[in-house]
């Protein structure tokens, strides 16, 4: 699902990422882990072309799309549908005099999305662009299973953005992103500044999707506990540079770099 190689970003003379090798396989989910500013954000970004104003080189491919050579209409049907990023704060991406029923709907209109078959079939069976349209009813069946997925009352769909809590609105992400038929979710870290209840949430949600949808996930965060929970493999960067990265087991349990085990022993 995701496959890079000699990844590097640039902006003006410094290199702030450098990612020679990241693979994320169908229901796989890998973590990129490190402190703030070592550049993780930056490489979830360069994933989907998304780095305005960088020096981005190396190969890329999100869902069999080449992203360093796509055209604009590729690239937005990668991000828009297949890929989903699902951001720190998504409230402030969300328009906030719109209900959130009324910017879902808004979303699968867009993409083609119609309402199709059941959203139980797994990832890519939810009614994608070329589906047999059902109307409207189908819709918001497909809206009501995504919010269900991600264990949100699908009356949420009835209020506005700023009536809904942080890990809701990162729910309601994830929500959109399984209703659009996404393989891919990349999260930038979906649990910061969010209690410990709502974090095992969170991770609930994904850790379900990827095992019951085989949805890919790859996950950017600072909080190795809640990667421990969650990550296949995991990638340590530090200033721009991956300095471990194998099964999270190992990495977790018994790493190799100093710098790893400095982040190991900061843990509460
Ligand atoms: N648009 C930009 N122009 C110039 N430098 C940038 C830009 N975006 C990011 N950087 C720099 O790249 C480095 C890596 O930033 P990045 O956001 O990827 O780190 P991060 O590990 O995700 O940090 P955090 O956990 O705080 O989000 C930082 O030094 C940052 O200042």
Redesign the pocket.
């Known amino acids: 699902m995701i496959r890079v190689r000699d990844l590097r970003v640039a902006?003006g003379d410094?290199v702030?990422?450098e990612v020679p090798e990241l693979d994320v396989g169908r229901g796989e989910c890998v973590a990129i882990v490190?402190?703030?500013?070592?550049?993780?954000?930056?490489?979830l970004l360069a994933l989907l072309g998304l780095?305005?104003?960088?020096r981005v080189s190396g190969e890329v491919s999100v869902c069999g799309v080449d992203v360093m050579k796509a055209r604009p209409r590729a690239l937005r049907a990668v991000r828009g549908a297949k890929a989903a990023l699902v951001i720190q704060s998504p409230q402030a991406a969300l328009s906030p005099t719109t209900r959130l029923g009324v910017l879902m709907r808004r979303a699968l209109r867009l993409h083609g999305v119609t309402g199709g078959p059941s959203l139980t079939g797994g990832a890519g069976s939810t009614g994608g662009p070329g589906t047999m349209g059902k109307g409207a009813r189908g819709i918001d069946a497909v809206m009501a299973q995504a919010c269900e997925a991600v264990l949100l009352d699908p009356a949420i769909l009835r209020r506005y953005p700023h009536e809904i809590s942080g890990g809701q609105a990162q729910r309601f992400a994830i929500a959109m992103a399984i209703a659009l038929g996404a393989e891919v979710i990349l999260a930038d870290?979906p649990t910061s500044a969010l209690d410990v209840t709502v974090q095992a949430e969170v991770v609930g949600v994904l850790r379900g999707l990827r095992e019951e949808r085989g949805l890919a996930v790859l996950l950017?965060s600072?909080d190795l506990a809640l990667v421990s929970t969650i990550a296949d493999r995991v990638l340590v960067?530090k200033d721009?540079v991956v300095v471990e990265s194998g099964p999270a087991r190992h990495v977790l349990r018994d790493p190799d770099h100093p710098y790893t085990r400095e982040l190991l022993e900061a843990l509460p």
């Open positions: 902006y410094r702030v990422a490190g402190e703030s500013g070592s550049g993780k954000s930056t490489t780095t305005e104003g960088a870290e950017v600072h960067m721009g």
